[in-house]
């Protein structure tokens, strides 16, 4: 258990429709990163979220958005849902402790758009 | 900007006998470098990573990884593979740029599949 928690660890929806997803980072950890993994993208960086402050955008659509909360967890939100959007969405939390630091994930959250 | 290649797909080996799984790096400044693996529905693991020093990184799982810089590689190894290592291994590198004091995010490569036959 890397004490990363990311629900629901399913979601199946419609297109067109707006989902949440929702991550607690370990204990501690001020950094969050989202990640899409697709067969055909592989591991792309979304976003990263650190205090509360938005630090880094990758590739990551206009429908979609986050936010860290004050209490450090945050949420994905992902709009207007398309098909290729389905893929698994993976949140990971490090420490601000330095460069060297590995980063922990979630079991992620496999999103299917139907 | 930082990259990574992991030039194979797959690789299979039998078990007992030695793995490699490849990876070769482009940064800028010196690299911090990962390796993770993934087994089927979970999420990442994180096996052993490079920041400096000794150039044979020891991680987890009997796991260790050879950096070179000279040819940019920080290849993985295990010198008697396990059937239950079979699953999906990806090399990683720190992004350098400036956030803040906090840390910059990973980039993957594309992974390799890695399958031990019995």
């Known amino acids: 258990d890397s004490g990363v928690t990311q629900t629901p660890k399913h979601l199946i929806t419609a297109t067109g429709q707006r989902v949440t997803l929702r991550c607690s980072p370990r204990s501690g950890d001020l950094s969050v990163y989202w990640y899409q993994q697709s067969l055909d993208q592989g591991l792309q960086f979304l976003i990263q979220y650190y205090n509360g402050e938005e630090r880094a955008k990758g590739n990551i659509l206009e429908r979609f958005s986050a936010q860290q909360f004050p209490d450090l967890h945050s949420e994905l939100n992902l709009s207007s849902l398309e098909l290729g959007d389905s893929a698994l969405y993976f949140c990971a939390s490090s420490a601000r402790t330095g460069p060297n630091t590995e980063a922990f994930f979630g079991q992620g959250t496999r999103l299917t758009v139907v | 900007a930082q990259s990574v290649a992991q030039p194979e797909d797959q690789v299979n080996v039998a078990e007992g006998n030695p793995l490699t799984v490849k990876c070769t790096y482009s940064?800028?400044?010196?690299?911090?470098l990962f390796w993770y693996v993934q087994y089927p529905n979970r999420g990442l693991q994180f096996l052993l990573k490079y920041i400096t020093g000794d150039n044979l990184v020891k991680g987890s799982y009997g796991f260790e990884a050879e950096f070179n810089k000279s040819q940019t590689s920080f290849h993985l190894k295990k010198p008697s593979a396990l059937v239950s290592d079979s699953a999906l291994y990806f090399c990683?590198?720190?992004?350098?740029?400036?956030?803040?004091?906090?840390?910059?995010?990973?980039?993957f490569g594309k992974g390799t599949k890695l399958s031990v036959k019995p």
């Open positions: 940064v800028s400044g010196n690299p911090y």
């Open positions: 990683a590198v720190r992004d350098r740029g400036n956030y803040g004091g906090s840390q910059g995010n990973l980039i």
